[in-house]
């Protein structure tokens, strides 16, 4: 028994087209958008996507009333419903999605899980704030790990150290190898599997599916646009409880 037993996800592809307006015409994007709900069997007008929070990295918000149309929440870096009429929906192309559920009390997550946000608490906060107001036990939750940049492609230089806290778990999981200009990995999944253990969550309750969108060129990744001259995307994430 998984998250999958409780919980529908889906992810597009490169072949499903970009999914985000910054990336895209607008009438194509909207077209690829609905063509990818409708072969899902998602409700369109019943979703809520988030937009990530690009100053604190860590803001949480619950929704429970279903949208008239597809909306988007601004500055947000993870939902959590108890509606299961709800969709909840994700832009990603490189940053892990983690999708959380709670089987007795019946409430989903879905969290940005990019390295700033996982080094600003996000993981920590969206359980925290999923116990607060849901009364959930970590020992009830299961996970989902999506896809995300593999730390074989993730670098940076000396400056990580300026944009990480010294006990994150990204700093904790950085590996450093003999690279002349960008020698620190990044390692968003490890981080956020130690993150979720240290929490709580049973090893057995995460079902991590270890797809690196950097390799797998089905899946859009920024940084491989950036390093081989392709053109950038976004996919989206669809999930709702079953």
Known sequence: MNI???????????EDGNMSYTYGDDDEVLSNKLKFWEKSNFKYKNTYQLK?????????????????????????????????????????????????????????ALIHSGFKWQDA???????????EKFETNVENIF???????????????????????????????????????????????????LNLRDLGIKEENILDTKTDCYSNDKYFSHVRSLNQKEKDGRHITLVQMK
């Not at 608490?121 to 116990?131: E, F, P, Q």
């Open 143 to 193: 996970v989902y790990l999506g896809d995300c940049i593999s730390k074989d492609f993730y670098r940076w230089d000396e400056g990580i150290f300026n944009n990480t806290n010294e006990n994150s778990w990204i700093r904790k999981t950085l590996v450093k190898d003999n690279h002349p200009t960008h020698p620190y990995l990044i390692d968003l999944r490890k981080s956020a599997i």
């Open 52 to 108: 990530t929070n690009i100053k604190e990295f860590d803001r949480v918000e619950i929704i429970n009333d279903i949208p008239k149309d597809l909306t988007v929440i601004d500055n947000t870096d993870s939902l959590i419903t108890s509606n299961p009429n709800i969709v909840l929906a994700l832009l990603t192309a490189d940053c892990l999605q983690i999708i959380a559920y709670d089987r007795v009390n019946k409430v989903l």
């Open 121 to 131: 608490g996000i993981i920590d906060k969206t359980l925290n704030v999923m116990h």
């Open 4 to 14: 999958l037993d409780y919980v529908r996800i889906e992810t597009s592809t490169v």
